[in-house]
């Protein structure tokens, strides 16, 4: 599983320098298994193997107020986040009381926004290893919803999107506050849904969708 999901996150960077992201000049060198037991250590949390693959690869991005957040995203308001983020987002939630939150929740990816995307730690959940968002802003669908079958299955569809020009950078107008053009995630949003449901049957979230009514926007 391991060099599978390692083999997919090589074909996602292929596919970033491919389409001139600059996520490629964001990603952070990978930690090792040490390196991660070391910084979870006071988390009451085991991290499923693939999450310790992910972060092996790459230690997410390098946040940066030099560029916008639809240049930042590896997928649709989904920004990789290095695991320190992620811990610090734990820590947060560990001192409040949010209803949607648990301490099998682990945040992998956000948008910026407020929305972010966990992978579900607790063996004996439903959801084990799901991706799962929360988006506190939902109207279309419920603000807690499993949205990926698996981290595999996430990053096998964002791959696939790539590869098939539903997802793709496209240069915009000089931006008023970067003073430059961006480059910003765009996606056609009727085939992302096909897609989507195709390759993670068990997520509610594309279940929801009718692809044929929605804009091509992000």
């Avoid at 506190?136 to 696939?160: F, P």
Wanted: charged share 30%; proline share 3%.
């Amino acid at each position: 599983m391991k060099t599978y999901l390692k083999n997919l996150l090589n074909e996602l960077l292929e596919e970033l320098i491919r389409n001139q992201s600059h996520i490629v000049h964001l990603l952070q060198p990978g930690l090792n298994s040490k390196q991660i037991d070391e910084k979870i250590i006071d988390l009451p949390i085991d991290l499923p193997k693939e999450v310790y693959a992910l972060y092996k690869w790459r230690n997410g991005i390098n946040w940066s107020d030099k560029y916008s957040l639809g240049e930042m995203w590896i997928f649709p308001l989904g920004i990789f986040t290095s695991i320190e983020r992620s811990i610090e987002n734990y820590k947060y939630y560990q001192n409040t009381n949010d209803k949607f939150w648990n301490e099998s929740l682990f945040m992998l990816f956000e948008g910026g926004g407020g929305e972010m995307f966990f992978i579900d730690c607790n063996e004996n959940s439903i959801s084990y290893r799901m991706i799962i968002m929360l988006d506190y802003g939902a109207v279309d669908h419920e603000i807690l919803i499993t949205i990926y079958d698996s981290l595999n299955k996430l990053i096998e569809t964002i791959v696939e999107c790539y590869k098939e020009k539903i997802f793709w950078f496209e240069d915009t107008d000089p931006n008023y506050d970067l003073q430059r053009p961006l480059k910003i995630l765009n996606r056609d949003s009727r085939r992302e849904i096909i897609k989507s449901r195709d390759k993670n049957p068990n997520a509610e979230l594309w279940k929801i969708f009718d692809a044929d009514k929605l804009k091509n926007t992000i």
